[in-house]
């Protein structure tokens, strides 16, 4: 069992940056998937996101060009940097490692940005 360990999440004003962190109790060289979602209040966990390892990073309209996803393998972490932060992103961000056949989530960590 692997188990993921997120943080950096906390309250920005709109404009701000955050950083958030996924480390994992395993290698992240075994997986094939690594992927941020979040889910507001209310609303269904949508990807925000990805990139297979040895691919290109993936994002979701609505964050493109103001996140962006990166992974430390030696530290076993992805991360995920969110810079010019809008209230629309007040969401609970969950880290997501990927293999065919096994799915591993993070607790969650919570961004609200204030207006």
């Known amino acids: 069992q692997v188990q993921l360990v997120e943080s950096g999440g906390g309250l920005v004003q709109a404009g701000g940056s955050l950083r958030l962190s996924c480390t994992a109790s395993?290698?992240?060289?075994?997986?094939?998937?690594m992927a941020w979602f979040r889910q507001a209040a209310g609303k269904q966990r949508e990807w925000v996101a990805s990139?297979?390892?040895?691919?290109?990073?993936n994002y979701a309209d609505s964050v493109k060009g103001r996140f962006t996803i990166s992974r430390d393998a030696a530290k076993n972490t992805v991360y995920l940097q969110m810079d010019s932060l809008k209230p629309e992103d007040t969401a609970v961000y969950y880290c997501?490692?990927?293999?065919?056949?096994?799915?591993?989530w993070g607790q969650g960590t919570q961004v609200t940005v204030s207006s």
């Open positions: 395993d290698s992240i060289l075994r997986f094939d998937v």
């Open positions: 997501k490692l990927a293999l065919p056949q096994v799915v591993y």
């Open positions: 990139f297979t390892f040895g691919g290109s990073p």
